[in-house]
Structure formats: structure tokens, C-alpha cells
């Protein structure tokens, strides 16, 4: 735990701050009900001396366009004091190899190629020489889970193979897969198969009443179904079926706060006391994440004088604030520019004999990063390992991004190399800011390691992070690897902002790559020719 002098002079020494983009935090306990909880190893490659592309091969329609551009000599820069860790970091081999390839890396080869449907990538898989006994489709379907096509073909293949049966959590990382895809029928379809095998509809896969999917009516069913609805900013909806199921359904305490919960994010906090207070009739108190609700959207309106009210009511009914609740509190008074009184929140912790989380450490190395107190953020960071509170993915990555904000590219990268020495998983959000910092520098091979590094821990490249890419090379210079990035984001059924297309169309007009200009706007075609000025 921080010492009370390291407190005092954090604050005394606190600046004021405008407009903190705080990273949100996972503030509730809630099942959430589209997200696979199922784990995979990482693949086993052996080190590859010569460090094989991760980048998308260069379309032919601008590598042989004459452009004049050369490699500058940040390409090939890597920091000396990790060029030993990049070098011999396991790569995942695109192209063939003298030293034989894994069963994942030969899959994933045939997945990054673009198919038109589904179809064609089981004709693709079934025409390999290996079968779903030699790899595992939980790794395959995270790698692929940004590409619906690829991995609902892999999906569709498994589950042909003889002796095979996918599990409910598969079933579940599927129907997400395809949900986020907006593939909604091919969605019914795959719940109406689970809905014909015993015990693979559950609270993950509820998208209808409990009736119409066959699920037994409880109080599980229900609250999933509320917090479903609520999570899909249908207070409303969530609503009306709790006045329609809560006479034929026993309820609990979750119920209440998941409405509570929907009515505050909705800025409804009348309607949210009237379920307070129909909690209370059905015999249940407001706990702690009932009023850290209310904390949470009078926070969000910046409104302190009422967050210290509803904490005084708190202590009034003998609900003690937890680490989230304060969490929540340092937020919003760092994101106010009241950076002194966000520190004091930890003496308001020690007062209250509430021990600091992760996510709490996090949320204050963000706010002094943000006012330049990277010394400080440093010395909490160290210290609330010492306190044996073991930092996780939100923590460094608040730590990495920081590094990168502020051009600090070995130490980001350290933190990665950290990161993987404390067997933390690391996530996408882990990677953008430092893909972000290495097209800036124009550190192509840096570049290059990350997106092997992502694979390597299954982490799928979203629609925000090609985006990031694409923007990122095209202000570099870096078009051809621009154009690599922005169709192969466009062959995976991903639509590309307007604001890139027309930027990348621009760059390559002035650029004169006609050819290459030409074909973007094939893959797009509502893309706007570049204004000609005179």
C-alpha cells in the first residue's frame, strides 16, 4: 500500500488537466453473456533466423508501380538492448520454409487468403492434409474472430470431422463472432442447431424470450436476459420483461441492481430509485453496487456534490464504498482537471480500510501519465507490486500506452517483454498504441515483430486497429504497405471508413500511383475522387 508521505506529495504536486480520455473499466460483476471463457495454449513455432513477414504481401498492382520511394533506415531499427528478444521471438511463418511448418501455422496460411464465403474455406481446409485432431479450433477461431468468414468456415469444418464435437463454449464464441458481424440469419441458424442439443443454449446464447429458446424459466435465465438487454441499451425492453416474469419467477438482488444499473447508464435515476425502492418491498437491501450505480452516473455528469451525498447515504445504511466505487470516483475527478482531490480518494481507501485493487492502481497511473508524472506512475506501478497486488492486462496497458504517447519506445516495449516474462495475456488494446508509435517511427520491422507477437498470442487485428494501420503508413509514407493492410481489411468483410478511403485515394493521386489509386476505389466504389487544386 502506498505510504501516506508518497500520497501527500502526489497531491501536493498535482496539476490541473483537461479532457482525460480515462480507459474504461469492467466496474460490475455481471455474466457477461457473449464472450467465451474457454483458454488455448500458445502455438509452438521454433525461432526462424530471418524474421518472415507479417505484413500482407504487397498487392502486385502497387508493388510494380515505380513510386521512387526507398527504404529508409528506420525500417530495419530495432532499440539494441531488445534485438536479441525480437530476433529469437517465435515468428509464425507465412511463406514456405525449409524447416517444417505446425499444423496451426499451415492452417493459418490457407485462413489469411481471402474467401467469398464460408463454403470455400472448408474446400480450402478439406483440400490440406490435416484434420481437426492435429490443432485446436478454440486457437483457430480466436486468430480468425474478426474474420467471420474464415472462422465460421473453420467452425463449419471441425464439426464435419468424424469424432468431433464442438462444446457450448465454441458454439458461444461463434454466435458472438457472427453477431458482431451482423450475420444474423446464419446467427438464428447456428441457435436453432444448439437449440436441438441438450445443454448448449444457456445465458450466453439468450437473444429471445426463455420460452421460445427452451430454457428453463429461473432466475439465472432472467437476469441474463435483463442484463442482455441492458448491455444492448434496452433499458426499456429489460423493463418490460421484469414486469412480465417477476410474478412467476423468484427473484434476487442481481435483478434489482442489473435495472438499477440500465436506469443509471440511461441518465434515469428517478426510474432507477423506483426499482430501490421495489427492491426494498421485495425484501432486499441496496448493497454496494446498487449506490456505486448512482456514484458512477453523477460521475459521469461530474456532479460531486451529489456523489458525496449518495456516499453519505452509504454510510448511513452501513454499505461500505469498495475499490470500484473509488475507482470510479478518482476517474471522474481526474477527467474533471481535479487531479489533487482524485489522490486524496486513496486516503478516503486507507480511512476506510479498503485496499487498493489492479484496476485502482491502473486508473491512477493513468491520471499522473496524463499530467507528465511518469516518474511517479513508475514508482505506483513498482510499488503495488510490492504490495502484492499483481498488475494485469488494463495495468500495463495503461503503462504502455503512456510509453507511447510519449515517444518512449524502449521502455514500451520493455513492458511488453514484461508483460509476457508475468504470463499476462495481452489483448488488442495492448498492441494499438505501440502498432501506432512504430508507424509513426516508421519502424517497419518493429511493425513487423508486433503483428507476428499478436498471432502468436491470438489476438485477431480488428476494423479499429486496420484503420489505425492504414492511417498510421499513409502519414508515414508507407503506402504500399497502406494498400497491403487496407485490402486485406476490405477482403474480410470489413467497411472502410470514408475518411481513409479518401485519404489513402489522395496520397496515391499525389504520389501518381494511378493504378494503385484505381484499384482502391474498385474495392470501394463510393470512394471520392481527390479534389484538385490549381
Same mark, same amino acid.
Request: aromatic share 8%; proline share 5%.
Given at each position: 500500500?502506498?505510504?501516506?508521505?508518497?500520497?501527500?506529495?502526489?497531491?501536493?504536486?498535482?496539476?490541473?488537466?483537461?479532457?482525460?480520455?480515462?480507459?474504461?473499466?469492467?466496474l460490475?460483476?455481471?455474466?457477461?453473456l457473449?464472450?467465451?471463457?474457454?483458454?488455448?495454449t500458445?502455438?509452438?513455432?521454433?525461432?526462424?533466423?530471418s524474421l518472415?513477414?507479417?505484413?500482407?504481401?504487397?498487392?502486385?498492382?502497387?508493388?510494380?508501380?515505380?513510386?521512387?520511394?526507398?527504404?529508409?533506415?528506420?525500417?530495419?531499427?530495432?532499440?539494441?538492448?531488445?534485438?536479441?528478444?525480437?530476433?529469437?521471438?517465435?515468428?509464425?511463418?507465412l511463406?514456405p520454409?525449409?524447416?517444417?511448418?505446425t499444423?496451426?501455422?499451415?492452417?493459418?496460411?490457407?485462413?489469411?487468403?481471402?474467401?467469398?464465403?464460408?463454403?470455400?474455406?472448408?474446400?480450402?481446409?478439406?483440400?490440406?492434409?490435416?484434420?481437426?485432431?492435429?490443432?485446436?479450433?478454440?486457437?483457430?477461431?480466436?486468430?480468425?474472430?474478426?474474420?467471420w468468414?474464415?472462422?465460421?468456415?473453420?467452425?463449419?469444418?471441425?464439426?464435419?470431422?468424424?469424432?468431433?464435437?464442438?462444446?457450448?463454449?465454441?458454439?458461444?464464441?461463434?454466435?458472438?463472432?457472427l453477431?458482431?458481424?451482423?450475420?444474423?440469419?446464419?446467427?438464428?441458424?447456428?441457435?436453432?442447431?444448439m437449440?436441438?442439443?441438450k445443454?448448449?443454449?444457456?445465458?450466453?446464447?439468450?437473444?429471445k424470450?426463455?420460452?421460445?429458446?427452451?430454457?428453463?424459466?429461473d432466475?439465472?435465465?432472467?437476469?441474463?436476459?435483463?442484463?442482455a438487454?441492458?448491455?444492448?441499451?434496452?433499458?426499456?425492453?429489460?423493463?418490460?420483461?421484469?414486469?412480465?416474469?417477476k410474478?412467476?419467477?423468484?427473484?434476487?438482488?442481481?435483478?434489482?441492481?442489473?435495472?438499477?444499473?440500465?436506469?443509471?447508464?440511461?441518465?434515469?435515476l428517478?426510474d432507477?430509485?423506483?426499482?430501490?425502492?421495489?427492491?426494498?418491498e421485495?425484501?432486499?437491501?441496496?448493497?454496494?453496487?446498487?449506490?456505486?450505480?448512482?456514484?458512477e452516473?453523477?460521475c459521469r455528469?461530474?456532479?460531486?456534490?451529489?456523489?458525496?451525498?449518495?456516499?453519505?447515504?452509504?454510510k448511513?445504511?452501513?454499505?461500505?464504498?469498495?475499490?470500484v466505487?473509488?475507482?470510479?470516483?478518482?476517474?471522474?475527478?481526474?477527467?474533471?482537471?481535479?487531479i489533487?482531490?482524485?489522490?486524496?480518494v486513496?486516503?478516503?481507501?486507507?480511512?476506510?480500510?479498503?485496499?487498493?485493487?489492479?484496476?485502482?492502481y491502473?486508473?491512477?497511473?493513468?491520471?499522473?501519465?496524463?499530467?507528465?508524472?511518469?516518474?511517479?506512475?513508475?514508482e505506483?506501478?513498482?510499488?503495488?507490486?510490492?504490495?502484492?497486488?499483481?498488475?494485469?492486462?488494463?495495468?500495463?496497458?495503461?503503462?504502455?500506452?503512456?510509453?507511447?504517447?510519449?515517444?518512449?519506445?524502449?521502455?514500451?516495449?520493455?513492458?511488453l517483454?514484461?508483460?509476457?516474462?508475468?504470463?499476462?495475456?495481452?489483448? =488488442?488494446?495492448?498492441?494499438?498504441?505501440?502498432?501506432?508509435?512504430?508507424?509513426?517511427?516508421k519502424r517497419?520491422?518493429?511493425?513487423?515483430?508486433?503483428?507476428?507477437?499478436?498471432?502468436?498470442?491470438d489476438?485477431?487485428?480488428?476494423?479499429?486497429?486496420?484503420?489505425?494501420l492504414?492511417?498510421?503508413?499513409?502519414?508515414?509514407?508507407?503506402?504500399e504497405q497502406?494498400?497491403?493492410?487496407?485490402?486485406?481489411m476490405?477482403?474480410?468483410?470489413?467497411?472502410?471508413?470514408?475518411?481513409?478511403?479518401?485519404?489513402?485515394?489522395?496520397?496515391?493521386?499525389?504520389?501518381d500511383? =494511378?493504378?494503385?489509386?484505381?484499384?482502391?476505389?474498385e474495392?470501394?466504389?463510393n470512394?471520392?475522387?481527390?479534389?484538385?487544386?490549381?
Open positions: 500500500m502506498l505510504r501516506k508521505h508518497q500520497t501527500l506529495s502526489l497531491a501536493s504536486s498535482s496539476n490541473p488537466q483537461r479532457n482525460l480520455n480515462v480507459n474504461s473499466l469492467k460490475f460483476g455481471f455474466s457477461a457473449f464472450t467465451s471463457t474457454s483458454t488455448s500458445n502455438p509452438s513455432a521454433s525461432p526462424d533466423s518472415t513477414s507479417e505484413l500482407p504481401d504487397i498487392p502486385s498492382w502497387v508493388s510494380k508501380q515505380n513510386t521512387g520511394t526507398q527504404p529508409s533506415g528506420d525500417d530495419d531499427f530495432v532499440i539494441p538492448s531488445l534485438a536479441t528478444w525480437i530476433e529469437n521471438h517465435p515468428k509464425v511463418r511463406f520454409t525449409k524447416k517444417p511448418e499444423p496451426v501455422e499451415k492452417l493459418t496460411k490457407i485462413l489469411k487468403c481471402p474467401y467469398p464465403s464460408p463454403a470455400i474455406v472448408v474446400q480450402a481446409l478439406n483440400a490440406s492434409d490435416l484434420s481437426v485432431s492435429d490443432v485446436s479450433v478454440d486457437q483457430l477461431l480466436k486468430r480468425f474472430s474478426n474474420s468468414i474464415s472462422a465460421y468456415g473453420v467452425f463449419i469444418w471441425a464439426k464435419t470431422q468424424s469424432g468431433y464435437t464442438h462444446t457450448p463454449e465454441l458454439y458461444n464464441f461463434m454466435v458472438d463472432v453477431g458482431k458481424a451482423k450475420m444474423f440469419d446464419l446467427l438464428l441458424d447456428l441457435i436453432e442447431e437449440k436441438q442439443l445443454g448448449y443454449i444457456n445465458l450466453d446464447t439468450i437473444f424470450k426463455d420460452k421460445e429458446l427452451g430454457v428453463e424459466k432466475v439465472m435465465a432472467l437476469n441474463g436476459l435483463l442484463d438487454l441492458v448491455k444492448g441499451d434496452g433499458v426499456e425492453h429489460a423493463c418490460e420483461a421484469f414486469v412480465e416474469l410474478e412467476c419467477i423468484p427473484l434476487d438482488s442481481s435483478t434489482f441492481n442489473i435495472l438499477v444499473h440500465g436506469f443509471c447508464k440511461a441518465r434515469r428517478s432507477a430509485r423506483k426499482i430501490l425502492n421495489e427492491m426494498n421485495h425484501g432486499f437491501q441496496p448493497c454496494t453496487v446498487s449506490f456505486t450505480c448512482f456514484i452516473a453523477y455528469e461530474k456532479d460531486f456534490r451529489n456523489v458525496d451525498a449518495i456516499l453519505d447515504e452509504m448511513e445504511k452501513g454499505c461500505r464504498p469498495n475499490a466505487t473509488y475507482t470510479i470516483i478518482m476517474h471522474a475527478r481526474g477527467r474533471a482537471g481535479e489533487g482531490k482524485a489522490l486524496e486513496y486516503e478516503m481507501m486507507k480511512k476506510d480500510s479498503c485496499l487498493p485493487d489492479s484496476s485502482f491502473s486508473s491512477l497511473i493513468f491520471i499522473l501519465s496524463k499530467t507528465g508524472r511518469l516518474k511517479d506512475a513508475d505506483i506501478f513498482e510499488d503495488m507490486v510490492k504490495q502484492g497486488v499483481k498488475p494485469n492486462a488494463l495495468t500495463y496497458n495503461t503503462m504502455i500506452s503512456s510509453a507511447c504517447g510519449h515517444s518512449l519506445e524502449e521502455k514500451a516495449l520493455k513492458l517483454k514484461r508483460m509476457e516474462e508475468d504470463s499476462c495475456k495481452p489483448d =488488442i488494446s495492448t498492441y494499438a498504441p505501440l502498432l501506432k508509435m512504430c508507424c509513426r517511427k517497419m520491422k518493429v511493425l513487423n515483430f508486433l503483428l507476428s507477437h499478436m498471432l502468436n498470442n489476438v485477431s487485428i480488428d476494423h479499429t486497429t486496420y484503420t489505425l492504414v492511417r498510421g503508413l499513409c502519414n508515414s509514407g508507407k503506402l497502406a494498400c497491403a493492410f487496407f485490402e486485406e476490405v477482403l474480410k468483410g470489413m467497411i472502410a471508413k470514408s475518411s481513409i478511403c479518401t485519404m489513402l485515394v489522395e496520397k496515391l493521386e499525389k504520389e500511383m =494511378i493504378e494503385a489509386k484505381q484499384k482502391i476505389q474495392l470501394v466504389p470512394v471520392k475522387e481527390p479534389k484538385i487544386t490549381v
